[in-house]
């Protein structure tokens, strides 16, 4: 089964508590606090794996959660970080947030991504040890993991789309010209699910050449089979549109040249910009009347335009060149950038309360909601510091301390933020 779309929920281990502890030693009166810190939650990472080509496995299991830390114990005894959850989709694999469709990950290369980070473990009592406060009975609870629902996208990695309607000779194209072995047989929609196959050059030459579903009127409004996979030509840098120009289905090859390329201007603007290579097929149905006349009509709207009959090689050899030619024009395959998520949508979204507590004149703050937008905030940045503070009062936290007795120079602890209160 091919799938290459899915919708998950991903939660980051959550950070073990720290301790509260004394030391205790015989013929030592006052040995002090001692409690140890809670260890760090295990994150979700993804990691490519070239043995998978679908997203099948996430059909069935939605929700992915990783192990917490430990807490800490006495003895200055840290706990024992959360282990990572490893996730493995295939190459070319985009993870979006759900709600914004921010894009998290663009999973193309070999290296792992951490997607949702584990909660930092809270401090034991040793770290609250002063001048003035030296039996801290206090320590710090672990923040909560993150947690994300994601949408995985599968977009292929390859330097060549094929498109045409069905049966118009794709298959029989890419299964001559590659090791692809893709069903070939006559009638429609043969192909239902994406086929790469390398074309090699030889001298260590090659590039990758994607066979999609076959297009009909109304793909990009999800008529057909081609219209799920139209996502999967938006990383080619090029595209052969291959036309059956002897009219064998009863077709107008000139329509159906037309008909596609609506299709993908409807789905999305910049693939009717892509460089694109016109090649009639079927040519040993056609007569010449029918040949020059779809060839007159392609070169005068400026495609390079070619001949072939796929199942015996006739003129494949040309495509092939042609294509080489000008995919060393281009630039490589198309990378998505990462994305910020938008702060506004964490507060509006997650904010779903907070508690305020005070211990030995440190007033603590809980807010699990919290956590994503002061992992995303950078509090050496005087914009990104006044956007912090206009949440901490627009979510009602400033006037929560104000009510529990917090004064000028009081400290006020947000997870693993401190700071000083001022009015």
Known sequence: MFVDKAVIKIKAGDGGNGAVAFHREKYVASGGPDGGDGGKGGDVVFVVDDNLSTL???????KYKAPGGADGSGGRRNGKKGEDLIIKVPRGTLIKEKESGTIMADMSDSESVVVAKGGRGGWGNTHFATA???????AKSGTPGEEWEVVLELKLLADVG????????????ISVVSQAKPIIADYHFTT?????GVVSLGEGTSFVIADIPGLIEGASEGVGLGHAFLRHVERCRMLVHIVDVSGSEGRDPREDFEKINHELER????????????????IDLADEEQRQSFREYIENQGYEYFEMCAPILEGTKP???AVAAKLSTLPPVKRYEKEEIPLDMLVS???????????????????????KII?????????????????LISSGIIDALRDAGVQEGDIVSIYDYEFEFMN
């Open 192 to 196: 239902i699910t994406p086929v790469l």
């Open 349 to 371: 979204k997650q904010n779903t309360g907070f508690t305020v507590t005070q211990e030995d004149g440190v007033y603590f703050v809980e807010a699990p909601w919290l956590i």
């Open 267 to 282: 789905f999305n603007p910049e693939l009717a910009e892509k460089p694109q290579i016109v090649v009639g097929n079927k």
């Open 375 to 391: 992992c995303r905030t950078d509090l050496d940045d005087y914009e990104s510091l006044q956007y912090f503070q206009r949440v």
């Open 132 to 138: 003035t406060r030296q039996t801290p009975r206090f």
């Open 162 to 173: 094929l498109l045409g309607f069905p049966n118009v000779g794709k298959s029989s194209f």
């Open 56 to 62: 099948a496995d996430f059909k069935y299991k939605k």
């Open 319 to 321: 495509v092939i060149d």
